[in-house]
């Protein structure tokens, strides 16, 4: 019976012996495949345009102190390294950081900008560089389901005197153990016997980084068993600095909002707004003491804690003979020095992001975007966006005596006329608010702004329409296959009679509008809004021709990019290019153009859109604007839901929406509410009007105002206008006085 026991406790034993050798073959195999490729996923970065300098570019000096301080410049009485500036009236010195850009490198450079009259006056640079870039701006990342988020850093980047004080406090045993410490176990069982506090755990480093790379934070046996396992195997196949390495890289210091930090090359970023190897080792020794305890140690909530620990970390490094006495000294008379904090839980540009986000996923895995690493550089401009996030905010609350604005909401989308680069977006009045993103996502009907299509689908037929040709504006009824009768009216509810065809557009009116466009066919119209750059199918109904249809404001933003472009139809772009973390561009977003439209009856159509500005109903803008030619469309729906402004400049295109979530009335039209926001974004960000020069097959003819005939430019009550070429109209009133009348009439008396 005895011998029948021993032998079931001998195969027992083997049982359990080939048990724990499954599970450590297993482990090991896990520890060896992961650990040495691809360990962590890497958030991909976006950034926006770098900020070029040279002379003559126009720069304010406010704009580019907060282009420096967004990019985490400091700024110092005297430079000494890279990251620094120093002001000095209309004199900037820079110590540029330098960057990486997809077609060649941007050294760290000493430069001296002058500003004067708003404009970069002289630039002087260390190597008599002409063209200086700084580096791109980081807008926001594109993050895996976790929200880890860290900077990768190799060992040699580190500084050596963090690497000992991280060593001396969390694991003074590091580089004599094999993974585990017998005597930091010893230590934490006598500690807790005694049950006080001591300055160090029993984990040593190369258990922390399995715990918080394999496993989970529960506390129990035999998961403390299999970490002490997985420790000392990850220490047989990988070197003491390798696992540093790892740790350094994986430990969790900080939260912002949804996004975890992880590593110390982010949380130098994060807390000083600097690189690790920049930070003072009162800087570096408040990162070490984040390790027990980020959260309870946070320097922002709980100063005093954080520089108590700070200190403590100094005096243990100095104990265990890691950091000489007289550096810990100086180092513990030093403040916190932390930079201001991040608006956590609230992203920069999250309109522009989500744009972003969504372009890109047309040609990438959502999984590769998120994990792999990308630097992806866009067409941002911060200046303008912070120039329509604020125009937008202030119109809106100059309503507040209309107890509107509580609901009023908004969204603006501006690009470039020549390129289609999006450079802003605003997605709601509360620009940081990661929601709703009504410049992508809000359909609301467009009105007026569609009027355009109308008559460029007029203009499109020189031997039947330009822009002196009369239409009626008379009460208009159309008999539909129904029935039904559809009568609109006018926004002042008067008939204006026979009007010339460009003078109904600028002052939108929708009874000529509404029987010009039926006249023309419903599908034609259609057509033209898909040659502009609509995409949905929209149903060929009599009000389309009066914009009752759905948009949001980037569609009605590609089609306005149409017009601004002279009839070139380009693709909007928010994305220059991506780029792999070793530098190889993955993918480019070139320019893309395609000719829609003949230039000449642009050009006509712009002629139009210009009148808008100047005598029709947008005529604020001739004083909000003074002097600086623009072209637009206000847009009004009915009960006045929505207000509306699309319009151009030589170097920017825009357009903006107000309304209600609720679609309820508005109290504004398209010029007493989007119009104002539209010319105060231009007022401070476009520096090119329009250029009216007309293509070679349009010419300028005089005409009378009221009738449009033919007329000699001396004659009383005329205005140019332009004409395709081989359909001026006829001079058909001649107001010559004396020699030049009975001249005249002799002529006419010959050719008769």
Known sequence: MKSLFKG?????????????????????????????????????????????????????????????????????????????????????????????????????????????????????????????????????????????????????????????????????????????SLRGIARALIANIKSAGISQGASTLTQQLIKNYYLSSERTLSRKAQEALMAMLLELHFSKAEILEGYINEIYLGQDGPRAIHGFG??????????????????????????RGANYYNPW????????????????????????????????????????????????????????????QRDYDVED?????????????????????????????????????????????????????????????????????????????????????????????????????????????????????????????????????????????????????NTLGLGNIVNTMR?????????????????????????VAQMYQTLSADGFYTPLMAIDSVVAPGGKVLTSYPLAVEQRFDPASIYLLRHAMQAVTHEGTGKALEWLLPKFAVAGKTGTTNELRDSWFAGFSGDMMAVVWIGRDDNANTGLTGASGALRVWANILRQRSRLPIQNLPPENVNIAWVDNDTGQGSQQSCANTIPLPFIAGFEPEEEIRCRKGLEKVLDWFRDLIEK
């Open 266 to 291: 982010l949380a130098s970023q994060y807390y000083f707004k600097r690189p690790l190897a920049e930070l003072s080792l009162a800087q570096q020794a408040l990162l070490v003491a984040l390790v």
């Open 369 to 517: 975007l998120s994990t792999n690493g990308l630097s992806i550089f866009t067409h941002f401009d911060p200046f303008v966006q912070n120039s329509a996030e604020s125009s937008l905010a202030a119109t809106i609350s100059k309503h507040e005596s209309s107890g509107l604005s509580a609901q009023l909401e908004g969204a603006v989308v501006i690009t470039r006329p020549n390129t289609g680069a999006v450079i802003a977006i605003v997605g709601g009045r509360d620009a940081r608010y990661a929601g709703f993103n009504r410049a992508v996502d809000a359909s609301r009907q467009v009105g007026s702004l569609l009027k355009p299509a109308v008559y460029l689908t007029a203009l499109e037929q020189p031997q039947v329409y330009d822009l002196a040709t009369k239409i009626s504006d008379e009460k208009y009824t159309l008999i539909q296959p129904n029935g039904d009768e559809w009568s609109p009216q006018n926004f002042d509810r008067k008939d204006h009679g026979e009007v010339l065809l460009y003078r109904a557009f600028a002052n939108s009116y929708n009874q000529s509008t509404a029987r010009l466009g």
């Open 531 to 555: 040659r502009l750059g609509a995409t949905k199918d929209y149903a060929q109904l009599p009000s389309i021709t009066l914009g009752a249809v759905e948009m949001t404001p980037v569609e």
């Open 8 to 180: 079931l406790w001998w195969k027992l034993l083997l049982a359990m012996f080939l048990l724990f050798l499954s599970v450590a073959l297993y482990l090991d195999i896990s520890i060896r495949s992961t650990f040495a490729g691809k360990k962590w996923s890497i958030p991909s970065t976006v950034y926006a345009r770098p900020l070029e300098l040279y002379q003559g570019a126009e720069l304010t000096l406010s704009d580019l102190k907060a282009e420096l301080v967004q990019l985490g410049y400091h700024f110092v009485t005297r430079i000494k390294q890279p990251g620094q500036v120093k002001v000095d009236n209309q004199q900037v010195s820079i110590f540029t950081s330098g960057f990486q850009f997809v077609d060649e490198l941007e050294p760290p450079r000493q430069i001296t900008v002058t500003l004067n009259n708003n404009r970069v006056s002289r630039l002087e640079s260390n190597d008599g560089a002409a063209l200086i870039r700084l580096q791109p701006m980081a807008i926001g990342g594109i993050y895996p389901a976790h929200n880890e988020d860290r900077l990768l850093l190799q060992l040699a980047e580190v500084p050596l005197p963090l690497q000992n004080m991280l060593v001396a406090v969390e694991d003074d045993s590091f580089y004599s153990h094999f993974g585990i």
């Open 301 to 360: 909530r709980n100063p005093e804690r954080a520089l108590k620990r700070r200190n403590l970390v100094l005096d243990i490094a100095v104990r265990e003979n890691h950091l000489a006495g007289d550096l810990a000294a100086k180092a513990k008379l030093q403040p916190l020095a932390i930079g201001e904090r991040n608006s956590a839980k609230r992203k920069r540009y999250p309109a522009y992001l989500d744009l972003v986000r969504r372009q890109l």
